[in-house]
């Protein structure tokens, strides 16, 4: 299983980024996905999850700023970050939780790398 991402950047506060992560090798409507994220010296935390239902989950530090989106033909799931704050720095990686006969399977992106400027 591959997981690219794509569309992290440099934004000044207030901005948007819409970041993008492309699946491969894997039954993508079968899989639970999110975005994780972290900062220096911080913790990996979960941001956002998507059910291969479609029903989403988001961290409380982003609920009514970020939306996650999945689209299960062009096997990519989406996070859209608007009203983007300093403290939302962090490289952003794309997860995958696959079915598996006994549990899950976790695949994880290489992450890209979100700076919002004040």
């Known amino acids: 299983v591959q997981l690219v991402e794509s569309g992290g950047g440099l934004v000044q506060a207030g901005g948007s980024l819409r970041l993008s992560c492309a699946a491969s090798g894997t039954i993508f409507s079968r899989n639970e996905m999110a975005w994780y994220r972290q ?10 999850s998507i059910t291969s239902s479609g029903i989403t989950n988001y961290a409380d530090s ?3 700023r970020f939306t996650i989106a999945r689209d299960n033909a062009k096997e990519t799931v989406f ?20 079915p ?9 992106g290489q992450g890209t790398q979100v700076t919002v400027s004040s």
């Open 62 to 64: 982003v609920k009514g």
């Open 79 to 98: 996070l859209q970050m608007n009203s983007l704050k300093p403290e939302d720095t962090a490289v952003y990686y794309c997860n995958a939780q696959e």
């Open 39 to 48: 900062a220096p010296g911080n913790e990996r935390e979960l941001v956002a």
């Open 100 to 108: 598996a006969r006994l549990g899950r399977l976790e695949y994880w």
